[in-house]
């Protein structure tokens, strides 16, 4: 009777845990908060808003260019080499900012989506397995004479 009796106060326990969970907010992914800059971090606390590049994993390969004779030949390799990896790679993420109606360009020399969004945007691109890092977009002032 005891043991019956811990096992449902455990399942009791573990359900209202889950649920509970479910409800708060979304657990924090170590490794995908790894992902995120610090200076990503600091301009988005506090419900700030900010500018931020996602960086995907899948970079394209352009070790092929090398073999080619002319640089003509390496210039369009390359160029077309990194134009397709973007466009294979990018459409669920930038699906999913359209989606949730986010400010986006995307780049194809470096697979990245520039993004303004808020520190919960941040965490969830990071916590995506295509994404790479999550890098700052700071505004830098030249301050050269004219």
Same mark, same amino acid.
Do not use: C
């Given at each position: 009777?005891?043991?019956?009796?811990? $096992?449902?106060?455990?399942? $009791?326990? *573990?359900?209202? +845990? @889950? /649920? +509970?969970?479910? +409800?708060?907010?979304?657990? =924090?992914?170590?490794?995908?908060?790894?992902?995120?800059?610090?200076? #990503?971090?600091?301009?988005?606390?506090?419900?700030? !808003?900010?500018? *931020?590049?996602?960086?995907? &994993?899948? !970079? /394209?390969?352009?070790?092929? &260019?090398?073999?080619?004779?002319?640089? $003509?030949?390496? $210039? @369009?390799?390359? @160029?077309?080499?990194?134009?397709?990896? +973007? !466009?294979?790679?990018?459409?669920?993420?930038? =699906?999913?900012?359209?989606?949730?109606?986010?400010?986006?360009?995307? *780049?194809?020399? #470096?697979?990245?989506?520039?993004?303004?969004?808020?520190?919960?945007?941040?965490?969830?691109?990071?916590?995506?397995?295509?994404?790479?890092?999550?890098?700052?977009?700071?505004?830098?002032?030249?301050?050269?004479?004219?």
């Amino acid at each position: 009777m005891f043991f019956l009796a811990a $096992g449902i106060a455990a399942l $009791g326990a *573990f359900g209202s +845990s @889950r /649920a +509970s969970n479910q +409800s708060g907010p979304p657990i =924090q992914d170590v490794g995908a908060m790894k992902k995120i800059a610090p200076w #990503v971090m600091d301009h988005t606390a506090n419900g700030q !808003q900010a500018e *931020f590049l996602v960086v995907l &994993a899948d !970079q /394209a390969d352009l070790s092929g &260019a090398a073999a080619l004779p002319t640089k $003509g030949e390496k $210039g @369009r390799y390359v @160029r077309d080499a990194l134009w397709n990896k +973007s !466009q294979a790679t990018q459409g669920p993420i930038l =699906q999913w900012l359209r989606d949730r109606g986010l400010e986006h360009r995307s *780049f194809y020399i #470096v697979n990245a989506i520039l993004v303004k969004g808020n520190r919960e945007t941040a965490e969830m691109l990071a916590a995506r397995p295509d994404v790479a890092r999550v890098e700052g977009n700071p505004q830098i002032q030249n301050l050269l004479p004219q």
